[in-house]
């Protein structure tokens, strides 16, 4: 049965998160595209690629994984920052294109802590514990080999941490962003602390998962206390990560009732709840039957945004209409078809995602060099 002709596909409808009204339900999934320049600045390159899904239609945008300051906190080499306020100044004709066309847009604010391939700032890696990360590095994000082993982070360090994520979160606001989102998923510097075999503090950080969720718990009362209050203010988790596609939080609900409960009462506006590397099914099924989305909803009592294969109508609608998610954010689908909003609302088929399209590496001239092959 084709969804889209019998009734308006829930996903059409308008939501609200905090203090943003959006036109839909669907957002741009946060995707790294190392398309900054070298000192991290944003690009008019970058202000296309987020143009054009505000101009097909997406109500919310979020976006790729942004360091907040000049320490730890880089991943990748052209990755963006809010560390500097020229920095912030560079994000402007990004968030002015995507209100132009009427969508709203979040800066997804990334600490990548022992998992930093490329940072300039420091000559060393800094983690919760001196464990060295699961598997190789990333070809596709200029990675080779196995990850170092980072050095364990002080008391002092992860005060920063924090000071750091309030301080980009204002230059977020100044630049004109609607809100931001605290990246504590897919294996980076929060998960990181959240995950049994990263983190072997002894410390207030380490231990039950109570300790563990504290380091995010702490940045995200510092960034809703350090902005204003119709600022967008939210969280990405994942059990799943870019270096390990099988963890689960080992106390199943119990820990998701933890981490919800006490990310809920910081005052952030929404929850999103990742699958990295894999489809929304495989990886929200907790014991019981009901989901890891549907749980946050319930525990947190704020809206949830479910991430893995929303692109798929059937999928998106059940989602949505059996109450498991509030908005669908969605990656590869976004890819394949930045105008996905507008062909589920004319009943018009997707584009299939090609992988080649992030080949050799996932830059937007990588990107934009694919579509002109297919013309």
Not at 260 to 270: I, K, N, P
């Amino acid at each position: 049965m084709d969804l889209t002709t019998t009734r308006v596909h829930p996903a059409l409808e308008p939501a609200r998160i905090g203090g943003i009204e959006l036109a839909n339900r669907l957002a741009v999934a946060p995707m790294t595209r190392v398309s900054a320049s070298p000192d991290g600045l944003p690009t008019a390159e970058m202000a296309d690629y987020y143009g054009d899904f505000a101009a097909g239609g997406f109500g919310l945008l979020i976006t790729e994984g942004t360091y907040p300051d000049a320490a730890y906190s880089q991943g990748y080499f052209n990755q963006p920052g809010l560390s500097t306020a020229e920095q912030a100044e560079g994000w402007r004709p990004v968030t002015e294109r995507v209100h132009a066309a009427g969508g709203k847009i979040v800066a997804q604010l990334m600490h990548a802590g022992a998992l930093s391939q490329g940072n300039p700032h420091r000559p060393d890696l800094a983690g919760p514990s001196a464990v060295q990360p699961l598997g190789q590095m990333m070809p596709e994000y200029g990675g080779k080999g196995p990850w170092p082993v980072p050095r364990e982070l002080s008391i002092e360090e992860i005060r920063e941490i924090v000071d750091g994520f309030a301080a980009a979160a204002v230059r977020a606001h100044e630049a004109g962003f609607d809100g931001v989102e605290i990246h504590g998923a897919n294996g980076y510097l929060l998960d990181q602390f959240l995950t049994v075999y990263t983190n072997q503090r002894t410390d207030d950080y380490g231990g039950p998962v109570a300790n563990r969720i504290r380091l995010t718990g702490e940045i995200a009362d510092a960034v809703v206390a350090a902005t204003p209050h119709d600022f967008v203010v939210g969280v990405r988790l994942s059990q799943t990560k870019v270096n390990d596609f099988e963890y689960r939080w080992p106390g199943g609900a119990y820990d998701a009732e933890v981490i919800f409960s006490t990310l809920a009462a910081t005052g952030v506006d929404y929850l999103h709840v990742a699958s990295e590397g894999r489809n929304w099914l495989e990886t929200a099924r907790l014991q019981g039957g009901q989901t890891i989305t549907g749980l946050a909803r319930r525990v947190g009592g704020l809206p949830v945004i479910a991430n893995g294969g929303m692109h798929d109508p059937e999928q998106a609608d059940r989602v949505l209409t059996d109450g498991h998610a509030d908005v669908l954010s969605i990656g590869h689908g976004a890819l394949a078809n930045p105008d996905l909003p507008r062909r589920l609302a004319a009943g018009r088929p997707l584009e299939e995602f090609d992988r080649t399209m992030l080949q050799p590496s996932v830059t937007l001239a990588n990107a934009k060099q694919w579509q002109t092959g297919r013309s």
